[in-house]
Nanobody, 122 residues
Framework: QVQLVESGGGLVQAGGSLRLSCAAS????????MGWFRQAPGKEREFVAA????????YYADSVKGRFTISRDNAKNTVFLQMSSLKPEDTAVYYC???????????????WGQGTQVTVSS
């Protein structure tokens, strides 16, 4: 089992920045690819960003490319999502997720956190 706990969400004005963190425990963190997803009210969950086990590969949804950066610190068992130039349409609950070995941009992750709310005001 892998336990994931997100933090760092909050209320921010459009154009602002937030940094989300996801702390992992339970298994060897570096064995897992990590992803960030989000779900807005009334919408399906969507892929935001993903990172390979060693951090050498990163992937982004077109809607966040150039504004968001995913990174990880395997020594601290933590994955981050730096969000800049935030827009009201970025408002959602953000979830981190883990899957063994291979990175994926689909929702096929084995472990999920409880989510953290990000609200961007206009």
């Amino acid at each position: 089992q892998v336990q994931l706990v997100e933090s760092g969400g909050g209320l921010v004005q459009a154009g602002g920045s937030l940094r989300l963190s996801c702390a992992a425990s339970g298994r060897t963190f570096s064995n897992y690819a990590m992803g960030w997803f989000r779900q807005a009210p009334g919408k399906e969950r969507e892929f935001v960003a993903a990172i390979s086990r060693n951090g050498g590969g990163t992937y982004y949804a077109d809607s966040v490319k150039g504004r968001f950066t995913i990174s990880r610190d395997n020594a601290k068992n933590t994955v981050f999502l730096q969000m800049s130039s935030l827009k009201p349409e970025d408002t959602a609950v953000y979830y981190c997720a883990a899957r063994p070995v291979t990175v994926s941009t689909s929702g096929r992750y084995d472990y999920w956190g409880q989510g953290t709310q990000v609200t961007v005001s206009s």
